[in-house]
């Protein structure tokens, strides 16, 4: 049997399914013209904001539109059946977020869950997505990453993924928006060795698109000069191994540590999780100090 090479279909297809479009995040070019022609001819469009899908379809020269259905992270799980009834009636239904690719930090991932679940076809239009053109422009390794998302804002939940994020020796790739960038990067700071690898990226495909690059430490004092407006991709690099740290070390961060008000316990805790040490160990030299 001959290889059967790929073809482009010009006719849209008809079949009722439930289809998740990249759009741009920034560059109206980067739009393909299979998303344009699904868009074009989808029975009901799905999308996080009317007005801003509006302005898109105005933009790409589709008229008329097709009706509009606002579903986002508020009224997805509530309308999910709905759209899905509508597609196992026979209609086409399209799903857009406002920019990047649906399901990933945007809505989409509940009703292709339930999708699948009532047997309903689901194709991808891949294209644009801000993690994935930020990772392979950050100089950092490329093969295996980890994607985190839009991290917790704050308390026990966020504590604890900047603790994943400061263990794992793969690349992670985060989004932040610029009112908590500074704070974000002062977290990882704290737990993370001061000469962390991290790209920020920032206005991707956009007229002011630009990349950061430095250790966590110069990104700290790069950023107290500039402002920080909008919404950021940030890639960290992996945990390397380090060498043995000392007991004068531990003992200096300690001190340093109490000294800005911090608990013994808190201080304990983020010495050992910033070196990859036993609390055990951190502890007993914070009670030979006292």
Same mark, same amino acid.
């Given at each position: 049997?001959?290889?059967?090479?790929?073809?482009?279909?010009?006719?849209?297809?008809?079949?009722?399914?439930?289809?998740?479009?990249?759009?741009?995040?920034?560059?109206?070019?980067?739009?393909?013209?299979?998303?344009?022609?699904?868009?074009?001819?989808?029975?009901?469009?799905?999308?996080?904001?009317?007005?801003?899908?509006?302005?898109?379809?105005?933009?790409?020269?589709?008229?008329?539109?097709?009706?509009?259905?606002?579903?986002?992270?508020?009224?997805?799980?509530?309308?999910?059946?709905?759209?899905?009834?509508?597609?196992?009636?026979?209609?086409?239904?399209?799903?857009?977020?406002?920019?990047?690719?649906?399901?990933?930090?945007?809505?989409?991932?509940?009703?292709?869950?339930?999708?699948?679940?009532?047997?309903?076809?689901?194709?991808?239009?891949?294209?644009?997505?801000?993690?994935?053109?930020?990772?392979?422009?950050?100089?950092?390794?490329?093969?295996?990453?980890?994607?985190?998302?839009?991290?917790?804002?704050? @308390? *026990?939940?966020?504590? &604890?993924?900047?603790? +994943? %994020? /400061?263990?794992?020796?793969?690349?992670?790739?985060?989004?932040?928006? #610029?009112?908590?960038?500074?704070?974000?990067?002062?977290?990882?700071?704290?737990?993370?060795?001061?000469?962390?690898?991290?790209?920020?990226?920032?206005?991707?495909?956009?007229?002011?698109?630009?990349?950061?690059?430095?250790?966590?430490?110069?990104?700290?004092?790069?950023?107290?000069?500039?402002?920080?407006?909008?919404?950021?991709?940030?890639?960290?690099?992996?945990?390397?191994?380090?060498?043995?740290?000392?007991?004068?070390?531990?003992?200096?961060?300690?001190?340093?540590?109490?000294?800005? @008000? *911090?608990?013994?316990? &808190?201080?304990?805790? +983020? %010495? /050992?999780?910033?070196?990859?040490?036993?609390?055990?160990?951190?502890? #007993?030299?914070?009670?030979?100090?006292?």
């Amino acid at each position: 049997m001959k290889n059967q090479k790929p073809t482009n279909k010009e006719q849209p297809d008809t079949k009722p399914a439930l289809v998740l479009i990249a759009t741009p995040i920034g560059n109206l070019e980067d739009i393909s013209s299979r998303a344009v022609r699904e868009m074009r001819n989808a029975d009901l469009l799905c999308c996080e904001d009317t007005r801003r899908t509006g302005k898109l379809l105005e933009l790409l020269e589709i008229h008329p539109r097709p009706d509009l259905l606002l579903l986002n992270e508020h009224t997805e799980q509530t309308r999910s059946a709905e759209v899905i009834k509508k597609i196992l009636n026979g209609q086409r239904v399209a799903l857009v977020s406002d920019a990047g690719l649906p399901g990933i930090s945007d809505p989409g991932e509940h009703i292709v869950s339930e999708a699948i679940q009532q047997g309903v076809v689901i194709e991808v239009i891949p294209g644009p997505s801000a993690g994935i053109t930020a990772l392979v422009a950050s100089g950092l390794p490329t093969k295996r990453f980890v994607f985190q998302g839009f991290i917790p804002r704050k @308390g *026990k939940a966020r504590n &604890d993924r900047l603790g +994943e %994020i /400061a263990a794992e020796r793969k690349t992670t790739i985060i989004y932040e928006s #610029g009112n908590r960038l500074q704070k974000t990067i002062e977290d990882l700071l704290g737990i993370c060795d001061k000469d962390r690898e991290v790209t920020i990226a920032k206005e991707l495909t956009k007229m002011h698109e630009e990349y950061i690059r430095g250790t966590l430490c110069e990104l700290q004092e790069t950023l107290q000069s500039r402002s920080t407006k909008g919404e950021y991709v940030l890639v960290i690099g992996g945990l390397q191994d380090q060498k043995e740290v000392g007991d004068s070390q531990l003992l200096s961060e300690l001190k340093e540590l109490h000294s800005q @008000g *911090k608990s013994n316990r &808190d201080a304990v805790n +983020e %010495i /050992a999780k910033k070196y990859n040490v036993s609390k055990r160990r951190v502890y #007993g030299l914070s009670i030979e100090r006292t």
